[in-house]
């Protein structure tokens, strides 16, 4: 194992150590690649090393993603997926508020206060 590669693993540990922390979280504090995250996490949740604190979305909401903490809890189980229609009232939402914004920034030209 190299000095950089080690230096690196102890910044992952730190991560684990200061709370929890998603899979992503920890490859950014640690500057590892997500496959050697993902590689050290499974080896360390086998052992027992760490555990499935929480559940996250990921940034589109879709995807849940793995909370990691240190130590030997017991895993949270994996939430139940959002039924269709749940996803497609937000979808909905995201794109009416998409097209007020559009509507608003086009229209912004044309209230200018005179001077």
């Known amino acids: 194992m190299s000095r950089i590669n080690a230096i690196a ?3 992952l540990m730190l991560g ?7 899979m992503i979280e920890l490859g950014e504090m640690s500057g ?3 496959q050697t995250v993902r590689r050290y996490l499974k080896l360390l949740h086998k052992r027992h090393v760490i555990h499935v604190a ?7 909401g879709g995807r849940t993603l793995k909370v990691y903490a240190l130590g030997t809890g017991t895993d949270m189980p994996r939430p139940k997926p959002m039924p269709q229609k749940d996803i497609c009232a937000r ?5 009416r508020q998409e097209r007020l914004m559009q509507l608003m920034a086009s229209n912004s030209g ?3 206060v005179a001077a």
Request: glycine share 4%.
């Open 54 to 60: 929480d559940w996250r979305e990921d940034a589109k």
């Open 110 to 112: 044309r209230y200018e």
């Open 91 to 95: 979808y909905r939402a995201r794109k």
């Open 32 to 34: 590892l690649s997500m």
């Open 9 to 11: 693993i102890a910044e």
């Open 16 to 22: 684990l150590q200061d709370g929890c922390h998603t």
